[in-house]
C-alpha cells in the first residue's frame, strides 16, 4: 500500500498535454486559401488507387513558393504494400523538391460504404513522416482535416499530433 507521501510524489509526476486546434462547423467558415487547399485535396481523391476499401484520401500541400502537391492513397492487394495520400505526397516532394518548404496541408476522405461524418485523421506512420518533414524545415506545418459537407479542424504544428515523435538527433550525420 503507498504511503500518503509516496502517494503525493506518484502524482506530482503527472504532465499532461493541451492539444489546440480550431473547429469549423463548414468549409465556408475557413480563409480563403484554406478553402482552396481542402477543394484540391477533394481533387486528389480522383487519383486514389483503392479499389479493395473502397476509402480513398486525397492530400494537397501548401508549399511556400505556392505551389501546390496532391497525393491520394494508393492501395496493394498485399495491403501493407499500399501507401497513404499524406505519405503519397510527401515522398514527392521529398523526391521532387528536397528544400521545398511545407506551409500547410489539407487532409480529405470519401467512401461509397458508408458515410463519413467526421474529419480523417493521418495515421501513425503518416504522423511521423509529417513530423520529419515539420523538423527538417524547422517550420510548423498547419494541417487541416476536412469533412466533406462537413466540419473541418485545423492545428497548428505536427508537434500538437504527435508529441512523442521519434526524432533522433544522435542518427543524422
Same mark, same amino acid.
Given at each position: 500500500?503507498?504511503?500518503?507521501?509516496?502517494?503525493?510524489?506518484?502524482?506530482?509526476?503527472?504532465?499532461?498535454?493541451?492539444?489546440?486546434? &480550431?473547429?469549423? &462547423?463548414?468549409?465556408?467558415? !475557413?480563409?480563403? *486559401?484554406?478553402?482552396?487547399?481542402?477543394? /484540391?485535396?477533394? #481533387?486528389?481523391?480522383?487519383?486514389?488507387?483503392?479499389?479493395?476499401?473502397?476509402?480513398? =484520401? %486525397?492530400? *494537397?500541400?501548401?508549399?511556400?513558393?505556392?505551389?501546390?502537391?496532391?497525393?491520394?492513397?494508393?492501395?496493394? $492487394?498485399?495491403?501493407?504494400? %499500399? !501507401?497513404? *495520400?499524406?505519405? =503519397?505526397?510527401?515522398?514527392?516532394? %521529398?523526391? !521532387?523538391?528536397?528544400?521545398? =518548404?511545407?506551409?500547410?496541408? *489539407?487532409?480529405?476522405?470519401?467512401?461509397?460504404?458508408? #458515410?463519413?461524418?467526421?474529419? $480523417?485523421?493521418?495515421?501513425?506512420?503518416?504522423?511521423? $513522416?509529417?513530423?520529419?518533414?515539420? &523538423?527538417? &524545415?524547422?517550420?510548423?506545418?498547419? $494541417?487541416?482535416?476536412?469533412?466533406?459537407?462537413?466540419?473541418?479542424? /485545423?492545428?497548428?504544428?505536427?508537434?500538437?499530433?504527435?508529441?512523442?515523435?521519434?526524432?533522433?538527433?544522435?542518427? =543524422?550525420?
Amino acid at each position: 500500500m503507498l504511503s500518503l507521501k509516496k502517494l503525493y510524489v506518484y502524482f506530482m509526476n503527472e504532465l499532461k498535454f493541451t492539444i489546440n486546434y &480550431q473547429h469549423f &462547423q463548414a468549409l465556408n467558415e !475557413l480563409d480563403p *486559401a484554406d478553402i482552396d487547399l481542402c477543394l /484540391k485535396a477533394e #481533387e486528389a481523391l480522383q487519383t486514389s488507387y483503392s479499389p479493395y476499401s473502397k476509402f480513398r =484520401v %486525397g492530400t *494537397a500541400i501548401l508549399l511556400a513558393d505556392g505551389e501546390v502537391i496532391l497525393g491520394s492513397n494508393q492501395e496493394n $492487394v498485399a495491403y501493407p504494400s %499500399g !501507401l497513404c *495520400a499524406e505519405r =503519397v505526397a510527401l515522398f514527392a516532394i %521529398g523526391a !521532387l523538391r528536397p528544400g521545398a =518548404v511545407i506551409k500547410a496541408m *489539407a487532409i480529405t476522405a470519401q467512401t461509397d460504404n458508408f #458515410e463519413i461524418k467526421k474529419p $480523417v485523421t493521418p495515421c501513425g506512420a503518416c504522423l511521423q $513522416v509529417m513530423s520529419e518533414f515539420e &523538423q527538417r &524545415q524547422n517550420t510548423e506545418i498547419d $494541417v487541416i482535416f476536412y469533412c466533406i459537407g462537413g466540419e473541418a479542424l /485545423k492545428v497548428k504544428g505536427i508537434k500538437s499530433l504527435l508529441p512523442f515523435a521519434f526524432l533522433e538527433d544522435r542518427l =543524422v550525420g
